[in-house]
């Protein structure tokens, strides 16, 4: 299983070698939406349903990105994940990330994280925010590597099990794109 990343031309953004496949980013078509919605039954306990995504593909301000992977020499591309995010003035603020549990651990999910950063700094956001289950110790741990901190807490966020929200930023002024 390589890992080392090489560079997509087309996008200029770094891409992972997973199982001799190659993993890339891609902006999600409302065709995805059946194979979105299986990855979000499989990542999640409580998975968002179609009726809560289908409106994110008519929003002008949601950017939807879903992470494939395909052979190198060509053949059928598997999603493995996606990133759900609002592009607003100034600011991105994610919303849900997924990845497919077989996929976990391998830097998909870090690959997402990068792409949205990538898209934030390409419309000179200020910062970006995301809330995150204060259980999910993996998440928390990749989000404070990117550097994001703590700045609030909402109590009782979500539900099956409520739960606590922990509230995050990464403040990307006086960053170079």
Partial sequence: MGEGAKVDNLSMSAILEIHDKVLSLRQAKISDLPTICAIERLAHKHPWTLKALEPEFSHPWSRFRLAI???????DEEAVGYCLSWLLPGELHILNVAVLPDYRRLGIARKMMED????????DAAQIFLEVRISNEAAIALY????FEQVGLRKKYYEKPVEDALVFVLSLDGESA
């Fill in 144 to 147: 404070r590597s990117f550097g």
């Fill in 69 to 75: 992977l395909r052979d190198p020499l060509g053949g």
């Fill in 116 to 123: 949205a950063l990538r898209l934030a700094r390409q419309a």
